[in-house]
């Protein structure tokens, strides 16, 4: 093996030992997402980068089927309008890409999951900052200390590590285990 496998395995290996840690809020936000797609609302999901990329793994879990086939689910990733995205970042600023999207389709009992492995996307922040103002569920699927993002979530869920690409394999992990979560309490799995 070479020096970077071995080095990326164990670091892999060390981190997901320590999300046991995560488990009641992993549960926690499962049962928001749950409670709002139960009741007729939507998940939005936000991110840049490789979060933007997870946004739309997660969102396409939902609409598309998880652990068997079954009804559709209301998600939508605001990272994948690019007409929406350039207008919005010519016409105002980066900073409100999603933010003026949240504004526009989110409605009370809407959930965000926003994603940052910093924790301090400023865009995803102003996203976060509406939802609020709207009465949408927030979780956020952070990382390191959670940064600003943190004390704004309902649940922030906060993958201990200070490395992005670990801290987005267990993005994508805890994505995963959301969907057959909230597939559960559905009772569609």
Do not use: W
């Not at 749950?34 to 991110?47: D, P, S, T, V």
Request: glycine share 10%; with cysteine.
């Amino acid at each position: 093996m070479s020096e970077v496998f071995r080095t990326n395995l164990g670091e892999h290996r060390a981190l997901f030992e320590r999300l046991a840690a995560l488990e009641a809020d992993i549960e926690r936000a499962a049962a928001i997402i749950a409670a709002a797609l139960g009741n007729g609302r939507k998940l939005m999901l936000c991110g840049n980068g490789g979060s933007a990329a997870d946004s739309q793994h997660i969102a396409a879990e939902l609409t598309g089927r998880f652990i068997k086939d079954r009804r559709p689910l209301a998600a939508l990733a605001l990272t994948t309008d690019t007409s929406a995205l350039t207008c919005i970042a010519n016409d105002y600023s980066y900073e409100e890409v999603f933010a003026r999207q949240v504004s526009g389709l989110g409605m009370q009992g809407d959930c965000l999951i926003g994603l940052s492995t910093s924790g301090n996307s400023k865009n995803v922040i102003r996203a976060v900052e509406v939802a609020r103002e709207r009465g949408i569920h927030v979780i956020g699927l952070l990382g390191r200390d959670g940064g600003a993002l943190a004390a704004r979530c309902d649940v922030p869920i906060v993958v201990p590590s200070a490395a992005t690409a670990r801290i987005q394999e267990a993005h994508i992990f805890i994505g995963h285990t959301l969907c057959g979560l909230v597939e559960t309490a559905l009772g569609l799995a």
